[in-house]
């Protein structure tokens, strides 16, 4: 089991940048692949991006070429650099650490974050 804590979610304006970042404690962090997923008001919990521990990594269509994940397992943290931010970001974005399966699916993690609340204004 992993303990997560996300931080670093604010009220931003559109076009700005955000960086969250998810401090992770209990297991080995450099052998845990970790997710990004977000969940806005009234809708399903959707896959944001996804990094594995060779460091490749997946994004969501609709933040490839803006968003960025990294993790730094020195310090073990992941980040998801977030730039252009739209009004559509607007959500609750939750970092977890995958067990099994595919990687965009949430039932594919089994641990997760309280998550941090990111408020985009038009």
């Known amino acids: 089991q992993v303990q997560l804590v996300e931080s670093g979610g604010e009220l931003v304006q559109a076009g700005g940048s955000l960086r969250l970042s998810c401090a992770a404690s209990?297991?080995?962090?450099?052998?845990?692949?970790m997710g990004w997923f977000r969940q806005a008001p009234g809708k399903e919990r959707e896959f944001v991006a996804f990094?594995?521990?060779?460091?490749?990594?997946y994004y969501a269509d609709s933040v490839k070429g803006r968003f960025t994940i990294s993790r730094d397992n020195a310090k073990n943290i992941v980040f998801l650099q977030m730039n252009s931010l739209k009004p559509e970001d607007t959500a609750v974005y939750y970092c977890a650490a995958h067990y099994s399966g595919t990687y965009y699916y949430t039932k594919s993690y089994n641990d997760w974050g309280q998550g941090t609340q990111v408020t985009v204004s038009s």
């Open positions: 209990g297991r080995t962090f450099s052998s845990i692949a």
């Open positions: 990094i594995n521990w060779s460091d490749d990594t």
